[in-house]
């Protein structure tokens, strides 16, 4: 029904007390929040958790929305800030690097099982892109924003220009960078895993 | 830079595997979103409902009322800081006991002086001869001779020859009671009327004049015979 008004339209609606204007946001960027979620916790829990908590808390936190930015801009910022705190209150205090204690006092040195799917789990899109997914944390925080902006939060090249505060052209460059390091990451593993089948 | 057909051209091209998967690799689950959505939109119509009766009304009264009251009262206050000097006038202060003394000693004097007289320059008086009111220059002259009947139709006849006129501020009014005489004459005549009263009645001392630059000066004569 609001598939044509703008976002600020939306929150106006809501403002002047019609549901209607947050429904329609909520089909905006319910899918959204949810990507850039998954992408940082990579479990379907916690992403379901963070985005109800998002959302939840959007009616009441429109009062800081001020309109000096886009709402987009501010619902990415809003979402980021509640994905990282989530991941502060789950990260556990004891280091990964030290070792493990035994019984009779020995140590051993940890041995961390790494979750995400390997190439030989691509059987399906699903796990394809889990495996893109979980090859998101290896790319530089430039081009993992440019990443989210683009893919997850679905803004335009110059909105995330805008955003990010560079120019379109550095966006796109960063982008294409991105890809190609995403392929590359994605292809030596699959190589590396081919070679120990022969 | 590049253009945008050059970037969709990457995303659809050998990266398009890549790029499918960071679009579409994650999505909530159908019965997830289904279930949330209830819980969000019970949740956005009651803020929605609460921001509507906000709107609406404060206390009972619309929002415009308020609104008005707030521009009301900021323009008050505005207006008040603005004419703080006229509103907030400092009351007087009392006065100190050497202030008091001047003071009534002032008055004193004043009520001694012959109130018939015209003011002279003790009188305080400031400004200009057009907007000076009833002062204008004044010369005072004591004789040292008596007053008589004599000398004052000399006196008329002095005034009436410059154009002037004359009054006696004595009590009585007649020259057997007079005190002193006062003449009126234009100002440009002033000199020569000096020097007649010089040769008739003996001037003993005569005042520098004060001028108030008015067209008519008031020639004060007094008799004090020794």
């Known amino acids: ?198 | 830079m590049r253009s945008d057909e050059q970037m969709e051209a990457m995303e659809a091209g050998e990266d398009s595997a890549v790029v499918r998967a960071l679009k579409t690799g994650a999505t909530p689950a159908p019965e997830f979103r289904a279930r949330f959505k209830q819980s969000f939109l019970s949740e956005a119509e009651s803020d929605a409902r609460r921001r509507k009766a906000y709107k609406l009304s404060i206390l009972g009264l619309p929002r415009f009322y308020i609104n008005l009251a707030a521009v009301g009262a900021a323009a008050a206050l505005v207006l008040t800081a603005l004419t703080y000097s006229v509103w907030f006038r400092p009351a007087h202060t009392l006065k100190t006991a050497e202030e008091l003394r001047q003071s009534v000693a002032v008055t004193e004097q004043a009520d001694s002086e012959p109130h018939n007289m015209l003011l002279g320059p003790r009188s305080g008086a400031r400004g200009f001869a057009p907007d000076a009111g009833d002062i204008a220059d004044a010369v005072y002259v004591e004789c040292s001779t008596p007053l008589t009947d004599e000398v004052q139709g000399t006196l008329e006849l002095i005034a009436v020859e410059a154009g002037g006129a004359v009054e006696c501020a004595g009590a009585g009014g007649s020259a057997g009671e007079a005190q002193a005489i006062v003449l009126t004459v234009p100002s440009d005549v002033l000199d020569h009327v000096i020097g007649r009263l010089g040769q008739v009645i003996g001037t003993a001392k005569v005042s520098q004049p004060v001028h108030l630059n008015s067209k008519q000066v008031t020639v004060y004569i007094t008799f004090s015979p020794d």
């Open chain 1, 1 to 198: 029904m609001y598939s044509d008004a703008s976002d600020e339209q939306l929150i106006q609606l809501h403002l002047s007390g019609d549901p209607r204007g947050m429904e329609a946001i909520y089909e905006r960027y319910f899918d959204r929040i949810y990507r850039l979620a998954y992408s940082k916790l990579r479990s379907t829990e916690d992403a379901e958790d963070v985005t109800s908590a998002i959302f939840l808390k959007l009616c009441r936190s429109l009062d800081s929305f001020r309109g000096e930015a886009k709402f987009s801009t501010w619902i990415y910022t809003v979402a980021n800030n509640a994905v990282m705190d989530s991941i502060r209150r789950r990260r556990p205090n004891v280091s990964l690097d030290a070792d493990l204690r035994v019984d009779g006092g020995d140590s051993v040195p940890r041995e961390i099982e790494d979750e995400a799917p390997g190439p030989e789990d691509h059987v399906a899109d699903a796990d394809f892109a889990r495996y893109v997914y979980s090859k998101l944390d290896a790319l530089p925080p430039g081009q993992r924003s440019v990443i989210e902006l683009r893919y997850f939060m679905e803004l335009s090249y110059q909105q995330i220009a805008d955003q990010l505060g560079v120019e379109l052209g550095t966006v796109k460059s960063r982008l294409n960078r991105a890809i190609a390091a995403l392929r590359s990451l994605v292809s030596t593993a699959e190589e590396v895993k081919a070679s120990a089948f022969r």
